[in-house]
């Protein structure tokens, strides 16, 4: 499909077909500050560095099209194989190398088949949409192919920009006859305000909501920073009309901004949103600087910028897998991660010298062929992930130690008991309808009340609820209470819910808390897993709020976060329930191998503990609930410890040859049934059996 002739005149600035070496340094810039922040550097706001990109990719694809528009020599064809070329090799070839590593590193348990799931998508322009769809943070930590989000957002730019190209060109031929660029600047405005009004509607709904995952991860929120590229590369001759000085001046402020991004912008920043158009008008001022002032394209174009610049798609996508396979090898290492980061850069230099560059340089690869190699790449990939998926079935000779009572998908699903289970924003809602008879009806171990009887025990929480139900529900039968219940993972039961999750789990924590005063059990068992809260502050969003709304700054303000926030929880329920028990965080234990690294003698040997942070903050934790609600006579403090772990306090995860947990924090069937006994003693110690 070629675009009819246009009468335009092409612009001086557009007319260049050399790589604008301060444009390369650009790049060298933004993907510089997204592996140092991967790499867990103390540079905050690094993750801007993907929002440059989008604007220099707008500029560029612009700039090349505006002059083969008016050159007559525009074809769809063309554009999407010279990107099919640019993208897809290295792409598959990435894909590939991290889909063993993957057979390697990850569990066959679920963490291999969430990575299989994104990088199936991104072989179809679409990691974004899955990581989206997915609406759930556990496919975001640890998944090797996360990455290829920002990828796929690129990818549906480019498959949607010529299409708008061919239809303005048109239009405007057979219907205005005005200046191509002046008309695709007109209608990139229009497109750029309607996707930046987009973007904040949905980022201003609320932290951890599904329309601020949407805003993250869409193109049509996106899509205004490629426009404005896009609108400055079609505004190339009042470009050239700035003088050095001016240019100067709106270079610096260009350098200003991104230092303010990459410093100042963090997790807790609401993004994309208002503080976006920081990094994104400072790129911006930076590419029309670099063409006017030689100030700013001496400093954009010096030889390291330039290389990174050149390398950077390849270590883009080396760098993460590398650094999410680093971490099972060396946990909780930044300088490994720096070590991983810089052989990633080494590998994407012999790619592109040996592979990348040859293939996208290449005159004989034309359109035919590149879209062959398209369609030979996705078999390549989706054979692999059939292959790994089909190997997976037999778990690599891991499953008989690791599963046990799994009947379904999870291991703390369990028979013979009664449970509601809230597992996303959809369960909470239908929830949240219950009264207080349909809850005793849906989420009871099956003991009638009799008439105008109380409840005599409810257990609320996140997983770890469901982890300890089928215990508590069996010593309940055995004494004859009535026992109700529910779980919402990712939810605890506290005050103010975590920002991932508060869109829903602080409605529906507050229902729960009003079912509670109204059926007044005789007591409430609350279990949540306290220690997750403290880890991933910044890609989980895990942050819990002050009563005020402010936000833990750092680990120890978390905790003071969490607490509080349980304290306020059980005051909101009042006194008229006389019995609480808080089940404290469980020790992590030692458990048998769920990965072909685990079992390596390496990994034996290393004298690594992946779980010795998460140790130090339950431990840390655990004291400030000892501390916050030890002097309460209401509440009781349980931990079980001792019915898991031997006298030294070493759990080993395993009761006479059967494992006791399904991973480090949550119980299985066979876990939960051995604290029966401990159940029924707590029970009859409060006079309730």
Same mark, same amino acid.
């Given at each position: 499909?070629?675009?009819?002739?246009?009468?335009?005149?092409?612009?001086?600035?557009?007319?260049?077909?050399?790589?604008?070496?301060?444009?390369?340094?650009?790049?060298?810039?933004?993907?510089?500050?997204?592996?140092?922040?991967?790499?867990?550097?103390?540079?905050?706001?690094?993750?801007?560095?993907?929002?440059?990109?989008?604007?220099?990719?707008?500029?560029?694809?612009?700039?090349?099209?505006?002059?083969?528009?008016?050159?007559?020599?525009?074809?769809?064809?063309?554009?999407?194989?010279?990107?099919?070329?640019?993208?897809?090799?290295?792409?598959?070839?990435?894909?590939?190398?991290?889909?063993?590593?993957?057979?390697?590193?990850?569990?066959?348990?679920?963490?291999?088949?969430?990575?299989?799931?994104?990088?199936?998508?991104?072989?179809?322009?679409?990691?974004?949409?899955?990581?989206?769809?997915?609406?759930?943070?556990?496919?975001?930590?640890?998944?090797?192919?996360?990455?290829?989000?920002?990828?796929?957002?690129?990818?549906?730019?480019?498959?949607?920009?010529?299409?708008?190209?061919?239809?303005?060109?048109?239009?405007?031929?057979?219907?205005?006859?005005?200046?191509?660029?002046?008309?695709?600047?007109?209608?990139?405005?229009? &497109?750029?305000?309607?996707?930046? =009004?987009?973007? +904040? *509607? @949905? #980022?201003?709904?609320?932290?951890?909501?599904?329309?601020?995952? %949407?805003?993250?991860?869409?193109?049509?929120?996106?899509?205004?920073?490629?426009?404005?590229?896009?609108?400055?590369?079609?505004?190339?001759?009042?470009?050239?009309?700035?003088?050095?000085?001016?240019?100067?001046?709106?270079?610096?402020?260009?350098?200003?901004?991104?230092?303010?991004?990459?410093?100042?912008?963090?997790?807790?920043?609401?993004?994309?949103?208002?503080?976006? &158009?920081?990094?994104?008008?400072? =790129?911006?001022? +930076? *590419? @029309? #600087?670099?063409?006017?002032?030689?100030?700013?394209?001496?400093? %954009?174009?010096?030889?390291?910028?330039?290389?990174?610049?050149?390398?950077?798609?390849?270590?883009?996508?080396?760098?993460?897998?590398?650094?999410?396979?680093?971490?099972?090898?060396?946990?909780?290492?930044?300088?490994?991660?720096?070590?991983?980061?810089?052989?990633?850069?080494?590998?994407?230099?012999?790619?592109?010298?040996?592979?990348?560059?040859?293939?996208?340089?290449?005159?004989?690869?034309?359109?035919?062929?590149?879209? +062959?190699? @398209?369609?030979?790449?996705?078999?390549?990939?989706?054979?692999?992930?059939?292959?790994?998926?089909?190997?997976?079935?037999?778990?690599?000779?891991?499953?008989?130690?690791?599963?046990?009572?799994?009947?379904?998908?999870?291991?703390?699903?369990?028979?013979?008991?009664?449970?509601?289970?809230?597992?996303?924003?959809?369960?909470?809602?239908?929830?949240?309808?219950?009264?207080?008879?349909?809850?005793?009806?849906?989420?009871?171990?099956?003991?009638?009340?009799?008439?105008?009887?109380?409840?005599?025990?409810?257990?609320?929480?996140?997983?770890?609820?469901?982890?300890?139900?089928?215990?508590?529900?069996?010593?309940?039968?055995?004494?004859?209470?009535?026992?109700?219940?529910?779980?919402?993972?990712?939810?605890?039961?506290?005050?103010?819910?975590?920002?991932?999750?508060?869109?829903?789990?602080?409605?529906?924590?507050?229902?729960?808390?009003?079912?509670?005063?109204?059926?007044?059990?005789?007591?409430?068992?609350?279990?949540?897993?306290?220690?997750?809260?403290?880890?991933?502050?910044?890609?989980?969003?895990?942050?819990?709020?002050?009563?005020?709304?402010?936000?833990?700054?750092?680990?120890?303000?978390?905790?003071?976060?969490?607490?509080?926030?349980?304290?306020?929880?059980?005051?909101?329920?009042?006194?008229?329930?006389?019995?609480?028990?808080?089940?404290?965080?469980?020790?992590?234990?030692?458990?048998?191998?769920?990965?072909?690294?685990?079992?390596?003698?390496?990994?034996?040997?290393?004298?690594?503990?992946?779980?010795?942070?998460?140790?130090?903050?339950?431990?840390?934790?655990?004291?400030?609930?000892?501390?916050?609600?030890?002097?309460?006579?209401?509440?009781?403090?349980?931990?079980?410890?001792?019915?898991?772990?031997?006298?030294?306090?070493?759990?080993?995860?395993?009761?006479?040859?059967?494992?006791?947990?399904?991973?480090?924090?949550?119980?299985?069937?066979?876990?939960?049934?051995?604290?029966?006994?401990?159940?029924?003693?707590?029970?009859?110690?409060?006079?309730?059996?």
């Amino acid at each position: 499909m070629v675009l009819p002739k246009s009468k335009d005149v092409l612009s001086p600035t557009l007319d260049s077909t050399k790589i604008r070496p301060d444009i390369q340094g650009l790049r060298g810039l933004a993907v510089l500050a997204v592996v140092a922040y991967h790499a867990q550097l103390p540079l905050p706001g690094g993750f801007v560095g993907v929002d440059i990109f989008f604007v220099i990719s707008g500029w560029v694809v612009t700039t090349t099209a505006v002059r083969q528009v008016t050159s007559n020599n525009f074809s769809i064809g063309v554009f999407y194989s010279k990107r099919i070329k640019r993208l897809v090799p290295m792409l598959t070839l990435v894909n590939l190398a991290t889909l063993v590593l993957i057979v390697i590193f990850l569990s066959p348990f679920g963490e291999i088949q969430k990575a299989l799931s994104t990088v199936r998508w991104s072989t179809f322009f679409s990691a974004n949409i899955e990581l989206l769809r997915a609406d759930s943070y556990s496919n975001l930590i640890g998944n090797p192919f996360r990455h290829l989000w920002s990828l796929a957002v690129e990818e549906q730019f480019y498959l949607f920009y010529p299409l708008l190209i061919f239809i303005v060109n048109t239009l405007n031929t057979r219907l205005f006859h005005i200046q191509f660029e002046k008309i695709l600047g007109w209608v990139l405005s229009f &497109i750029l305000v309607a996707s930046f =009004t987009y973007c +904040l *509607l @949905l #980022s201003t709904s609320g932290i951890g909501s599904t329309s601020i995952r %949407l805003a993250f991860f869409s193109m049509p929120s996106r899509m205004w920073e490629f426009a404005c590229g896009i609108i400055l590369a079609t505004c190339g001759k009042s470009v050239r009309r700035i003088n050095s000085t001016i240019g100067s001046v709106i270079g610096v402020i260009g350098f200003l901004l991104l230092l303010w991004s990459f410093t100042s912008i963090n997790s807790l920043t609401v993004f994309p949103g208002w503080a976006t &158009i920081t990094p994104v008008v400072g =790129t911006t001022f +930076l *590419l @029309l #600087s670099g063409d006017t002032s030689s100030m700013v394209k001496s400093l %954009l174009s010096i030889k390291p910028l330039i290389y990174l610049g050149d390398l950077s798609y390849g270590w883009y996508l080396w760098h993460w897998p590398l650094i999410v396979m680093t971490k099972f090898i060396f946990p909780h290492n930044t300088f490994s991660l720096v070590i991983a980061s810089l052989l990633a850069l080494m590998i994407a230099h012999i790619c592109f010298v040996m592979f990348e560059n040859p293939i996208r340089r290449s005159v004989q690869i034309g359109r035919g062929k590149s879209f +062959l190699m @398209l369609g030979t790449s996705c078999i390549l990939v989706l054979c692999l992930i059939t292959g790994i998926q089909i190997v997976t079935h037999s778990g690599f000779g891991l499953k008989s130690t690791v599963e046990i009572d799994r009947g379904e998908q999870r291991d703390t699903v369990l028979r013979n008991r009664q449970l509601c289970s809230v597992e996303n924003e959809r369960d909470a809602s239908r929830f949240i309808q219950l009264s207080t008879s349909e809850f005793l009806e849906s989420c009871s171990n099956g003991v009638l009340l009799g008439q105008q009887q109380r409840p005599d025990i409810i257990l609320v929480g996140d997983s770890q609820a469901d982890s300890y139900a089928d215990g508590l529900f069996r010593a309940g039968d055995e004494l004859g209470l009535s026992t109700f219940g529910y779980f919402a993972d990712g939810c605890p039961f506290i005050a103010r819910a975590p920002l991932r999750t508060s869109e829903y789990c602080n409605d529906l924590n507050q229902h729960v808390a009003m079912l509670i005063k109204e059926l007044q059990p005789k007591i409430l068992v609350i279990t949540n897993r306290y220690d997750f809260l403290g880890t991933n502050l910044d890609e989980m969003n895990n942050r819990v709020p002050f009563a005020d709304g402010s936000l833990p700054r750092d680990l120890p303000a978390q905790f003071d976060a969490i607490s509080l926030s349980l304290s306020d929880m059980i005051a909101s329920i009042g006194l008229s329930i006389s019995n609480i028990a808080v089940v404290t965080d469980l020790a992590n234990p030692s458990l048998p191998p769920r990965t072909l690294f685990e079992k390596t003698s390496f990994s034996k040997n290393a004298g690594n503990d992946p779980y010795s942070e998460i140790r130090l903050i339950r431990d840390e934790i655990n004291v400030l609930l000892q501390h916050e609600l030890g002097n309460d006579k209401q509440v009781t403090l349980l931990n079980f410890d001792h019915e898991l772990c031997d006298a030294s306090g070493f759990c080993s995860g395993v009761d006479a040859d059967k494992p006791i947990f399904v991973d480090e924090n949550h119980l299985n069937a066979t876990g939960s049934r051995k604290l029966i006994s401990a159940w029924i003693k707590f029970f009859t110690t409060k006079n309730i059996g």
